[in-house]
């Protein structure tokens, strides 16, 4: 059955690509309303269908599709949820949203015979979460690693290559929309953990609450973090991992350490970037915006001809799945200690210490995830800065020339 | 509907992989038949099932879905054609039946309400075809390029990664089931220009004939192009392309320069790589495994489950574009002249030409896509290589430090 009458409820960055992605084709017509809460809001070439309503009624009877692109999770749980209730199509680009509700929206969507899409929640243009549900059903994966926040990646390619201090490049990403309505979501790395909570779901078919997960973000990365990766030919990437570790499933949001032989390392600016590692298929790497109006926009266009042809998500993996969630996976990372402190003070129970920088603090360091999650905010108060390395070569190599510290044990 | 019994034609590299993946799932009973036409070729865990015929009938009215998974274009062509006929749902890999026929076939398949999916027909584990359908149908395409031959680019990256003579590559890449049936296919380009031109239909709406489209292999490339390539820093690579050049359809398969900063530069061995460059989405990169068994039966795998849920590629760009398709599109290409002959004998109409290298006979040339093609045989027979060059840079360096000749005028 072909759909017909759509609401779009936002106007914002997402909404307007999809409206101006929506304009070039026959589809224009079944835009029906749009609702904005603030119709003070400057915007280019505002439609004559919008409505300015703060009316909490939202159950959409009179529609065919839902469209959900406003800001607030909260007030975006009502509208998603609701529609699927009275067994709407509903498509929805709110990662924070989707992240913290999946389980129940699943089942509402299920019961109520809704469809539930949101291609554009994850790594803008890059059709990800459709490629795991069409492509990935039947395929054991074992690890998706990769870049989903365009604004911090901007800012750390504006670091690495064009010298600019965080601020700076801070301030240049919102200045051309790339971050979102609140930059520390961005920068502090809970855009990418929403985004790796709802591809967990996809691939491993396993559905993880955001706050049972490490996320570091990009504002402690130091001067002498920097200049540590530039001297090793290494960039600093903002990277989501979901692994499977012994059978467990590991998950982290970190800022990490990238050679120039991984696929991540030339995803630049708002782009983006997808690795996922298989047991058939091997390897995979898919890059493209992540962020901006009409890459972002089309996907949600994407999703309204995908409703169109009745199409759902399978989650398959959901139904035949069974993996443990786990933080106990150790791993090395290089912490960068604020001067006034002795990384003693900080009481961390690490496995393995060695110095690589006496003088700037800088230690590489054996710990498990879940010490670090437990440590996250005061490492946070005390701006210490954590920096993932998976490099085995390099690790050796560090290893080789640092000297090894006394065990520090909490 | 669920399809129940499926009948599968050849049981070679991708009908194994297929018949793998198949078996770890529940669907694994719903194989009915294979059909073999040999069955004295060795195969590994041989299923009770097959049966070797070589019966001209091919309308399978008592099956449900049918894979076509044989080697030769002539023999798949009646099993695709007569069964898409009647109706059935048919999924083939075999990208030369593909390009050659597409038309027909897509005009079958519509009178008689049958299914054609061909996923495992281009970039093996890429999902690009339903990338191209389901996210790109309503996206203004201005090129895509890539490396679409596995076998090919695994003997450039042994050639480049470990100094191996082009024979000693292709022995290894056919050892290891990277090279099909017909080596020339790889290595001449054929295979690349058949997924070039299955593309192109995706992408732009256009059915162009492959004779129709410049091709050239791997075998011509010489020493002194690899030489050269060292030097500079850059790696040879099979590109397929199609572009619009000025409004219209440009497509070449052509061994080409690809510097560092390229997304083709690291697409090494039997992997594949897509770049996709359109008006909204911007440019987007897709790498994977380009052969091999089980990654190309994945995909067979996945049309499996696509045709379960009635998913039919739309072609809604062959029906709303109308673009020309011109060889009239100048290149710049290095050419390498066998020591015995002069440049000037090959009667090319060039329209500038710098010499690189006056003993090897290295010239910059700048010819039609027309002219190349006209003469490609000629080039071929006197082991000509042609070498495409797109780095604008690097075209001015080399004209700046080369000097030019007098105009050939064929």
């Known amino acids: 059955m072909r759909t017909n009458k759509i609401k779009l409820y936002g106007f914002g960055v997402v909404g307007q690509g999809f409206q101006l992605y929506l304009g070039n084709n026959e589809d224009a017509k079944r835009l029906h309303t749009i609702i904005v809460k603030d119709d003070t809001k400057k915007r280019k070439n505002v439609p004559s269908i919008i409505e300015c309503t703060n009316d909490k009624t939202v159950r959409d009877r009179d529609m065919d599709v839902i469209l959900e692109l406003i800001s607030s999770p909260e007030e975006a749980y009502g509208i998603v949820a609701e529609n699927l209730e009275i067994g709407k199509k509903v498509i929805s680009a709110n990662k924070k949203l989707i992240a913290e509700n999946l389980a129940e929206l699943i089942e509402v969507e299920k019961t109520n015979k809704g469809i539930f899409l949101y291609e554009g929640a994850v790594c803008g243009s890059i059709p990800i979460i459709r ?110 991992k979901v692994s499977l570790v012994e059978d467990e499933l590991s998950l982290t949001v970190l800022p990490t350490l990238i050679n120039v032989h991984n696929d991540l390392y030339d995803v630049e600016n708002e782009f983006n970037g997808v690795v996922i590692k298989s047991e058939n298929i091997g390897k995979q790497f898919y890059k493209g915006k992540g962020a901006g109006s009409l890459p972002t926009g089309s996907m949600v266009y994407a999703d309204l001809k995908a409703i169109d042809n009745d199409y759902k998500y399978d989650y398959k993996k959901l139904r035949t799945s069974n993996y443990q969630f786990s933080n106990d996976n150790k791993i090395t990372v290089i912490i960068s200690v604020n001067k006034s402190i002795d990384i003693k003070e900080l009481e961390l129970e690490i496995t393995n210490i060695f110095t690589l920088d006496n003088y700037n603090k800088q230690f590489l360091v054996e710990v498990s995830i879940e010490e670090l999650k437990a440590n996250k905010i005061k490492l946070q108060k005390e701006r210490i800065s954590v920096l993932a390395i998976e490099d085995r070569d390099l690790i050796n190599k560090l290893t080789k020339s640092s000297y090894q510290e006394e065990l520090i044990l909490a």
Chains 1, 2 share one sequence.
Do not use: R, W
């Not at 998706?144 to 365009?150: A, L, Q």
């Open 131 to 240: 490629v795991l549900n069409d492509f990935y059903a039947n395929e054991p994966i074992q690890e998706i690693k990769g870049i989903f926040n365009g604004s911090s990646n901007y800012i750390l390619s504006k670091i690495f290559n064009e010298n600019l201090c965080y601020e700076e490049a801070l301030a240049q990403a919102q200045e051309l929309g790339f971050a979102e309505a609140n930059p520390t979501s961005d920068v502090g790395g809970f855009d990418s953990l929403y985004k790796l909570v709802i591809l967990t779901v996809h691939a491993f078919g396993k559905i993880i609450k955001p706050e049972e997960i490490l996320n570091i973000g990009i504002q402690s990365i130091s001067e002498s973090d920097i200049k540590f990766a530039q001297k090793n030919n290494l960039k600093i990437k903002l990277v989501a």
